[in-house]
């Protein structure tokens, strides 16, 4: 009789917590980890965009649609970076809520990426830079964004949602206290990065970097040769001791910046979101990225 009341008890609960999760669509793997931290037991989130998944390429298949379909809140990057969100609204029959995070952030500019042309503004080759989760500022105010937009969809949930969110920003300034530490290791002459992605602004900004990124040193696309010898002539000038890679570098190129410069290669960076191993949570890939970058500019 107890086993039988339990059971139905346990079957009751179980019903009520699947019927009342909010339903969440993410694109982007920085606000999928901020939504599962806030969201906690009351949200079920689909996260089409997976770590290590370059979001620049990312479309929804088909069968991401059909998983947006009954999406309450869709999460994106914003500042331009998906140039699908009309198919991932009609997908939801425009009744879900549509949150662009990035969008809520003052912007900085990037030199145009390859393919880039069709996704923002013209403005002498310039363009937003969409990779705003650099900046651990940035990822605080998209945490309050979230928490809002919860409460505002399930508003019964108020208190968890307040709790959860200051738990994670406690976090986040432990984190921004570590990477302060961390960077002021390294002198302020030294604070150079030379990436061969155009990501890093928002990181530069807060934590007093210059920025040289390697424009067209891809698999994709040559480098010009005159880019080239004067990005060789700029490390020598500056005395930059490391150069950071991805992994879709042209090889060719990099030995030859490496071998007339005398800078090594520094190791690879995270520029795009979430990664696999130590970069598969927010901090465990900002730490990746500043660890590498201090350690191999220091070393020399
Ligand atoms: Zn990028």
Redesign the pocket.
Known sequence: MRNLFLLSFLLATSQLTAANKLRVASVSTIDTEIVQQVGGEHVEIAALVQPGVD??EYEPTPADLRKVSDAQLILTSGKHMENYLNKLQEATGGKADLLKVGDYFSSLKMKR?QGEQSRSADEGGMAED??WWHSVNNVKEATKLVRDELIKLDPADKTDFEKNAQVYLGKLDQLEDWIRRKVAELPRDQRRLVTS?D?FQYFARDYGFKIEAIEGLTTETEASNRHVSELIDDIKKQHVKAIFLENTLNPKVTTQITRETGAKIGGSLY??GLGTGDASTYEGMMKHNVSTIVDALKSG
Request: glycine share 0%; proline share 33%; aromatic share 0%.
């Open positions: 979001p620049h990426e969409p990779h992605h990501a520029p795009d």
